[in-house]
């Protein structure tokens, strides 16, 4: 249905748009969200950020993706992505030294790893891995450049029900994890959006 005379003349004055854009985004770039999934207050709150869950963006011919880990390692559709946040509010970073050649060795390393399990005990060996992990790897062997920094569990503001869950899956609380809000506050990254 085309658009109205009155709603015309406010898309073209710029006071609303026509549709929603899409950001610009690059192969390499790092998508955060805020997840539905039932580890998502647990993390947001331990870590006093808006954010609990991340990925990389690929630019394909088929399509925008985003390689994340969760049950399984997996290429998500970036609107299914979107989609399962809350909201679908997104945040996108850019790696300032991400250049096509790193951004295209990073996500090979990203998809070589599709299919492997979530890692609940969040180790760093390539077996399972958890979210931000699996971003910082990637962007790591596409680069050389480390994103993000490692925080001691017990250094975080873990929840009673969070200290419980750690010990019932035999986490050490000396784990050094790396999470999405360490990624949203590495200077290393330029906003997109």
Do not use: N
């Amino acid at each position: 249905m085309p658009l109205s005379f009155p709603v015309l003349s406010l898309v073209a004055l710029g006071f609303v748009s026509a549709a929603p854009r899409m950001p610009a985004f690059r192969s390499g770039d790092v998508v955060l969200q805020t997840s539905r999934s039932a580890m998502s207050l647990p993390i947001r709150e331990a870590t006093h950020s808006r954010w609990s869950h991340t990925g990389i963006i690929e630019v394909a011919d088929d399509g925008v993706f985003v390689l994340e880990a969760i049950a399984p390692v997996s290429r998500t559709p970036f609107a299914k992505w979107k989609a399962r946040g809350e909201g679908g509010v997104v945040k996108v970073l850019r790696l300032k030294e991400m250049d096509p050649k790193g951004a295209a060795a990073a996500l090979a390393y990203a998809k070589a790893l599709v299919g492997k399990p979530y890692d609940l005990r969040f180790g760093w060996g390539d077996d399972a891995l958890y979210c931000s992990e699996l971003v910082v790897k990637a962007i790591e062997s596409g680069t050389g450049v480390r994103v993000g920094h490692f925080d001691r569990l017990d250094a975080l503001d873990l929840s009673k029900a969070s200290l419980a869950l750690a010990a019932k899956l035999a986490v050490p609380l000396s784990t050094e994890v790396v999470t999405p809000a360490a990624l949203d506050q590495d200077g290393k990254f330029e906003v997109v959006q």
